[in-house]
């Protein structure tokens, strides 16, 4: 089962920036997709964006052109960096990773965007 930790969440003004990361406990070749989700007070939770190893990439119509996935195999990391952050992008942000049928989550990390 492989292992994904979240890291550099945290409280940002409107407007501001921030960059996520996800270290996965073992190599990462063999995870097909990789990704964020995000889940708000009393929402479900949605996609933010995703990267495969084809590095394709695909994100969520509200976070195109402020939010950038990147994907170091080497490291065994995937990280987001989202700017010009808006109050409606507090959320907790999960990493996720998926070979076929098998998914893997992170725990979480809380975002909050406030002035």
């Known amino acids: 089962q492989v292992q994904l930790v979240e890291s550099g969440g945290g409280l940002v003004r409107p407007g501001g920036s921030l960059r996520l990361s996800c270290t996965a406990s073992?190599?990462?070749?063999?995870?097909?997709?990789m990704g964020w989700y995000r889940q708000a007070p009393g929402k479900e939770r949605e996609l933010v964006a995703l990267?495969?190893?084809?590095?394709?990439?695909s994100y969520a119509g509200s976070v195109k052109g402020r939010f950038a996935i990147s994907r170091d195999n080497s490291k065994n990391a995937v990280s987001l960096q989202m700017n010009s952050l808006k109050p409606e992008d507090t959320a907790v942000y999960f990493c996720y990773g998926s070979r076929g049928a098998a998914t893997h989550w992170g725990e979480g990390t809380q975002v909050t965007v406030s002035s």
């Open positions: 990267r495969t190893t084809g590095r394709t990439t």
């Open positions: 073992e190599s990462i070749l063999s995870l097909n997709v």
